[in-house]
């Protein structure tokens, strides 16, 4: 299974929000069986971790917003088996640049599966800090904060970019509204570069919103994790519920800041 939205522990809060992270565990569904059936205990060898990316929400000032973020990751294995799996998690900036965000489990969506919150992010880019709460632990971890610095996108991109990077600009369209500018970026992977032995192909589709300095629709195909799409919906402009930026007075704070 698939684990979206950060840490569930709290010595694992320690992390950056312009790195906008998700993190997901891979248990294997073969070690479970061979435990079922031969009870020598063993070391749990194998598996591997992952970190899926999500889109990235600027401190941006003036610039108020609520939406939600679709999150659908799609897995082809070697067998032709599909792993589909969604969240859909709240996002919030006021006109301070203060930004909340929920982080929550991905999850197959056959309404079997709660997609939980397992972590909330406040960061205030005025007070210099960043909130990163458990709820089920309930507690949240305080930490200095500086907005990392933001440049817009440019319009278009005369020369290509380093590292065999191919972009092309796919016009302009509305979305929620809002109207965003694409852009699809090809890169290659030569062979030899991470171990493979053939090129590898990663595609990248934005459409960008410029009233608001995040992307709306973000696409990513890439072999070595499959597909990944992220799509804003009920995008609402304006300030947003000030009670989003708030902590709870049962929350346990553990200030890293001293």
């Known amino acids: 299974m698939l684990y979206a939205a950060g840490a569930s522990r709290v010595e694992e809060f320690m992390k950056r929000l312009c790195r906008v992270t998700v993190t997901l565990t891979i248990v294997g569904l073969a070690l479970v069986m061979a435990r079922a059936q031969n009870p020598v205990p063993r070391p749990p060898d194998g598996g591997s971790r992952e970190v899926l990316v999500s889109i990235l929400i600027p401190s941006l000032p003036n610039a108020p917003f609520s939406a939600t973020v679709n999150t659908e990751s799609v ?15 709240a996002i919030a900036r006021d006109g301070a640049g203060r930004i909340f965000q929920e982080r929550r489990l991905l999850v197959p969506e056959d309404g079997k599966h709660e997609s939980i919150v397992t972590q909330i992010e406040i960061s205030d880019p005025v007070a210099h800090e960043l909130y990163i709460c458990v709820p089920r632990e ?15 996108p440019p319009v278009a991109n005369p020369t290509p970019p380093p590292q065999r990077a191919i972009g092309d600009l796919l016009g302009k369209q509305t979305v929620e509204g809002l109207e965003t500018v694409g852009a699809r970026e090809t890169t290659v992977i030569p062979p ?7 090129p590898i192909d990663v595609q990248r589709e934005y459409w ?11 696409k990513l195909d890439d072999p070595r994790v499959g597909t990944q799409n992220f799509e804003l919906s009920d995008v609402r402009l304006g300030e947003p519920d000030k009670k989003l930026f708030k902590i709870s007075r049962e929350m346990k704070l553990i200030d890293l800041r001293k």
């Open 208 to 218: 960008y919103a410029p009233q608001l300095g995040i992307n709306l629709i973000s």
């Open 138 to 152: 309930g507690v949240c971890q305080v930490e200095f904060f500086d907005a990392p610095s933001f440049e817009p």
């Open 192 to 198: 030899g570069a991470i171990g493979n032995d053939s």
């Open 75 to 89: 897995r082809l294995l070697p067998n032709g088996t599909h792993i589909t799996l969604k969240n859909h998690r």
